[in-house]
């Protein structure tokens, strides 16, 4: 009988440390950033402040969530989900893009008829090893949606190429980066550099222990000729 408690006590605590590493598995977090515009990939959406809040839940090496954007003055508004997969130093991303215009004439969230939808499924891929080098790349290319050729109706399959190198010096998280499009696309009419630039990312003590990261970006776009600046609070 004795064994027979001893065996029932060691398969409890077992699947009782087992559920609680499951659980640890898994996370939900959410964020707030308040940027002074909403820059990507070498445009500048909206003419006010841009609210981004952003949810995500992830398990193990899979993740997904939910980002937002929104100026105050009602001049774009954005809202995205995302699923992500993270093999060693490599991640794939699905996003899917809903950019309906301003101002709203009508709720456009579940039209996805080609040439009607305002959502654009963009398809990621990403490389980073930065305890090796400081090298990043990403591959984008969307697969479906708001990105037609006027001339054709057919999509694109605009694609976004973005080399970066990301370091940190004296506690500051700095990117430079350099992306283009290889052929004519959502970006560009013809193959060229859209987004170049710097950000830099560090936390500013604003109370004894109680800091705040801020950010800020600098993006000149050699095709269009245009600079943007941003500088925002991520909370």
């Known amino acids: ?109 579940f039209e996805f008829e080609q040439g009607q939808t305002k959502h654009t499924f963009d398809l990621n891929f990403e490389y980073s090893q930065p305890d090796k080098h400081p090298f990043e790349l990403l591959v984008a290319t969307m697969v479906y949606g708001d990105d037609l050729n006027p001339e054709s109706g057919k999509n694109y399959l605009s694609t976004y190429i973005e080399p970066g190198i990301r370091f940190t010096p004296f506690n500051t998280d700095i990117k430079l980066m350099a992306g283009f499009t290889p052929v004519r696309s959502y970006y560009a009419e013809k193959a060229a550099f859209v987004n170049t630039g710097i950000s830099a990312s560090r936390n500013i003590r604003i109370y004894r222990k109680i800091s705040i990261p801020l950010t800020v970006k600098a993006m000149y776009n050699p095709y269009g000729d245009a600079f943007y600046f941003a500088a925002g609070l991520n909370f």
């Open 1 to 109: 009988m004795r064994k027979l408690f001893a065996l029932l006590a060691l398969l409890f605590i077992t699947s009782g440390s087992y559920a609680q590493d499951s659980i640890r598995k898994h996370s939900l977090g959410a964020s707030l950033d308040i940027y002074t515009a909403h820059l990507w990939r070498g445009s500048k959406n909206g003419t006010s402040l841009s609210i981004q809040p952003a949810i995500e839940y992830s398990y193990g090496n899979f993740s997904a969530g939910a980002w937002a954007a929104y100026s105050i003055d009602g001049s774009y508004t954005e809202l995205d989900i995302y699923a992500a997969y993270t093999w060693k130093h490599f991640t794939i991303t699905l996003y899917d893009y809903f950019c309906p215009p301003n101002p709203f004439r009508k709720f456009e969230f």
